[in-house]
């Protein structure tokens, strides 16, 4: 009987401490729940905030005031440029009063106004408690009325958020302003600062605007609301706020908790896969990777571009896509789609979504054409078989403008349907765009008060099919429940820790875009692992984060760091694909920089690809390298179709990189293979297909020959065919001095004869503006005359301060030449006398407002074999020329070792030194841009030359833009200067703007 008992006893116990130790299990996965929803919900609000303020910039747009003013808090602040509001209602009638121009009521911006403004970059940081947050965003606007006007403006929100009873609204909206500037001259500084007056309104602010920060140019930075994301606690998004004990829950079923966390992790998941794939589709478009576009939608996708109807069905697709071009870029051929701002709503149950996003392109043909266009995708998602595909495309334009008139004085229509593959459909709706208002129809509900949008009566969409595209208001969803809680639970956790590694990562990617933008060298480099690398514009790998920052501060910085007063240097980071690796400690981004820089009296903007690495170190995203692919660089002033740059910096002589370039390039019209480090996201291929070469083209083709110039009058093109390769000084002259001024100049300072070396012959006219200015390219000419005659000037000749008045015209400094000459003086004389020149510009030309950063050589005939020995020589020794660029016109290059040469008077006799004294070698590495001009009627061994260093360059993978001039002598291409006929100096001006947009 004892016995028995002992054993009840026995089983009693086992059965207690087995239900003690299931408690403590369920205790156990309980709190542990309560920390991933804790982490979830973080995650939910980093989500709401960014679709918050890119809702914030979709409203703006078009003029929805009253869906804008709601995502205020009651007691808001909006410190904007005509002032502080206080109070949502106060925002409310600032916003249909002072930005609207009407009463209150009415929406909209009506026709022929343009108000679009994009909301990028954000860094986003919750507050410990999950209550506040804080966000920095990129503005940029482009602003205007038909007819009228078109305005730049850029700028950076620093925005204070706050949630009331569950939802995230704006507590406090700080815009500072970056620049501000018509579209005539782009974001120039101009010469005279430009008067703000006060605007009268009719809503006055509540407060006066106090900003320390005025912007461009001025030299501020918008103040950051965080520390540096690579060494301090900023680096995560959030701090995991303390879970609250899900105590009214805890009878609830472990399972079905569980199963409910994990479905909305799915949906955190799901949500950032779409924004990835709308911004591979727009990759993908840039390369005009049709293939790769198409295999992006489901079989039976749809795609409505404009007004061209709708193809149905992923054969059809591919066709249509061909109307757009043939597949792969052609050199020449800029193509670029940016996917900014995007929206997405995924569905309760996660099977289907939709998406707004906003594409500004830049796209035409290298001397052809160059189009701004806008517009707004509401496209269709849908998941089959665990991957999201593009169920349907619908692409709004909101304007197509030409890119040298601006969106002021043109306005194209939206394209029509092709009359070669007509449409499976016609449009879905009938609609025109810029200048007449449209909004395209949202698919999403307000954020705050989750009501339908209220649209204005001048360009609403039509009813019925904005009504169709509107998520419901509310959609119930059975959760699938999960099997082993525990499993799904630490699948859960890991999920929810990557979603969270994606935000940190954009939040690094995007302060780097900031600090960039300001030149805060150390902050950028303390962005980078320890043994992080960088590798820009070609200048070679620089290794380690001592070397980066090294690299930033001497190369870039030049010793200083800071933002400089008069000078732009946007960077603005766009559209990232982040990829997180499996082990979730390393990923890799593919990011878009654009770029808005200015010096002083030049604007000019770029683009680029970073293909970027990164790694966990010590629990902190950083980068392990960063790698970006200059795309194009281009003047301000004739855009990339007119003004595009091709060449790159190349490696610095100051600081030679660790390695050498990963990959050698030509930017645009050259189009070169970027590589992507993701598969398609549907069908997995990676094969791009390839470039379409065309050949390095001069900007005057030999096609040209025989034709006579715009500018050049016809009895002057029989004049100097009659003479021909002849080098007839008196005649020549006499056709060209007839139309040139004689001193005295008007409008122009000369300063002649002034010392740049001991020699009598080493002396030097400037020709600037009267008022000098500052921060002006210099044009350097340094004459012909085969090495033992020539002057930079004669008394009673116009040549060559033709070439001097021509350059203060368009806005530069003129400095004119004299050198030693042979026999007395032979080689290397003319290296010898470029040096001390070079070092005289560097110390002294700033005084005569010219830049010494953008000083440029122009060597005509003799004075261009100087130009280029002194490019070789630097060059040959590693040292820096101190010259932005170099136009070679007419020069020659090699000397041949088995004869003497006709310009053995310089070069000497001596054959054997010929192949050290020539200085082709040395033209196909100098990291110098070049010029290469040359004339038809030139003597032919001058044709040769120019053709053989074009042919050799090109041979190298570093083409040269090059001109023939038709119709000119070797004599007439420079005494043409300054004339109607610009075929000489018309391509010189648009070098010296763009190689000096790129000059460090």
Sequence with gaps: MRAKLSLLAAAFAALAFGSIDAARGSEGLHARLDRLEAEVAAAESVHAIKRLQRAYGYYLDKGMWEDLAALFTEDAVASY???????????????????????????????????????????IHLGPDGTTAKGRWRVLAMLGTYGRNATWAEGVYEIEYARESGVWKIRRLDYHAGFGAPYETGWVAPEVPRAREPRKLAHPPDAERKDACEGFPKACIAPFHYGNPGTTDWARVWSTPAPQPATARRDRELRQRASELAHRVTLLEDELRI???????????????????????????????GQRGVYVGKQRIRRFLDLLGPQGLEDGWLNDHLQLQVLVTV???????????????????????????????????????????LKSVRYFPTFITDYDQGWAKDAKPAPAA????????????????????????????????????????????????????????????????????????????????????????????????????????????????????????????????????????????????????GRLGNHIKLQPVITLDEDGTTA?????????????????????????????????????????????????????????????????????????????????????????????????????????????????????????????????????????????????????????????????????????????????DVFTSPDRGRDKPVVVFI??????????????????DNVMLWAVAKGLVGVNVNYRLAPEHQFPS????????????????????????????????????????????????????GVA????????????????????????????????????????????????????LDPESFRVEATKLIEARRKTGRSVPHVLLPAHSHLSETYAVGTADESLSGPVLDFIRTAGANAP
């Design 783 to 800: 004459h012909g005359g085969g090495f033992t005659r020539g002057a930079k000037s004669t008394p009673g000749s116009p040549f060559y």
């Design 347 to 389: 569905a309760p149950d996660g099977a289907t979504a939709r998406a707004r996003s906003r594409e500004l392109a830049m796209t035409g043909v290298h001397g052809s054409h160059g189009l701004w266009s806008e517009g707004i995708y509401e496209n269709a998602f849908v998941k089959e078989n665990g991957v999201w595909k």
């Design 885 to 936: 660029g170099a136009i070679l016109t007419s020069g020659f290059y090699e000397l041949d070792p088995r004869e003497v040469s006709v310009w053995k008077a310089y070069y000497g006799d001596d054959v054997s030194r010929y192949a050290e004294r020539s200085s082709l070698p040395g033209l196909l590495e100098t990291p110098v841009p070049l010029l290469v001009t040359y004339a038809e």
């Design 81 to 123: 440029p005509a002032g502080v509001f206080i109070g949502r209602e106060s925002i409310r009638r600032h916003l249909y009063m002072n930005v609207g121009g009407g009463e209150v009521g009415r929406l909209g911006l009506g026709d022929g106004r343009l108000y679009n403004h994009m909301a990028l970059q954000p860094v």
């Design 418 to 565: 092709s009359t070669e593959l007509p449409p499976d459909r016609p449009p879905t709706e009938l609609y025109e765009i810029y200048p007449k208002a449209y909004v395209p129809p949202f698919h999403y509900r307000n954020p705050v008060t989750g009501g339908a949008p209220r649209y204005p009566l001048v360009g609403a969409p039509d009813r019925r099919l904005a009504a169709a595209v509107l998520e419901p208001a509310v959609r119930r969803v059975r959760i699938p429940q999960v099997e082993d809680v525990e499993a799904a639970l630490a699948d859960a956790e890991r999920r929810v820790q990557r979603v969270k590694d994606v935000h940190e990562i954009e939040n690094l990617e995007n302060a780097y875009g900031y600090y960039l933008d300001k030149n805060l060298w150390n902050d950028l480099a303390d962005l980078f692992a320890r043994d992080g690398s960088m590798e820009l514009a070609q200048r070679g790998v620089y290794r380690g984060r001592e070397r980066v920052r090294e690299f930033l501060l001497k190369v870039f910085g030049r010793g200083t760091e800071g933002p400089v007063e």
């Design 275 to 305: 924004e990835n794939l709308q911004r591979v589709y727009g990759y993908y478009l840039d390369r005009a990777m049709w293939d790769h576009v198409a295999d992006l939608f489901t079989d039976d996708g749809t795609i409505e571009l």
């Design 588 to 764: 890799r981004v593919r990011s878009r920089m654009l770029q808005q820089m200015s010096f002083g009296t030049r604007a000019s903007h770029g683009g680029a690809i970073y293909e970027n690495e990164l790694v966990k170190e010590d629990g902190v995203w950083k980068f392990r390298k960063v790698h970006a692919y200059n795309t194009f660089t281009a003047s301000y002033e004739g855009g990339w179709a007119r003004s595009a740059n091709r060449q790159v910096p190349g490696p610095s002589s100051d600081l030679p990189p660790d390695a050498p370039p990963t990959l050698t390039f030509e930017m645009f019209p050259a189009i070169y293979d970027i590589p992507f480090h993701y598969a398609n996201p549907v069908t997995g291929r990676t094969e791009t297909p390839p470039v379409r070469r065309k050949e390095s083209s001069p900007v005057t083709t030999e096609d040209t020959a025989g034709s006579r110039p715009a500018g050049m009058p016809p009895e002057i093109e029989a004049a100097l065919r009659e003479i021909g390769p002849r080098i007839e000084g008196q005649r020549t002259a006499a056709l060209y001095a007839p139309l040139h001024p004689k001193e005295p100049y008007e409008g122009v300072s000369v300063t002649r004869d002034v010392a740049y070396g001991p020699h009598p012959r080493n002396v030097l």
């Design 830 to 881: 003319g290296i010898e006398d470029l040096e001390a020149l070079v070092r005289w510009l560097h110390a002294n030309i700033a005084a005569y407002g010219g830049d010494p950063r953008r000083i440029f050589l122009w060597g005509h005939s003799a004075g261009a074999a100087h130009a280029a020995d002194y490019l070789a020589h630097m060059t040959r020794t590693g040292r820096d020329a």
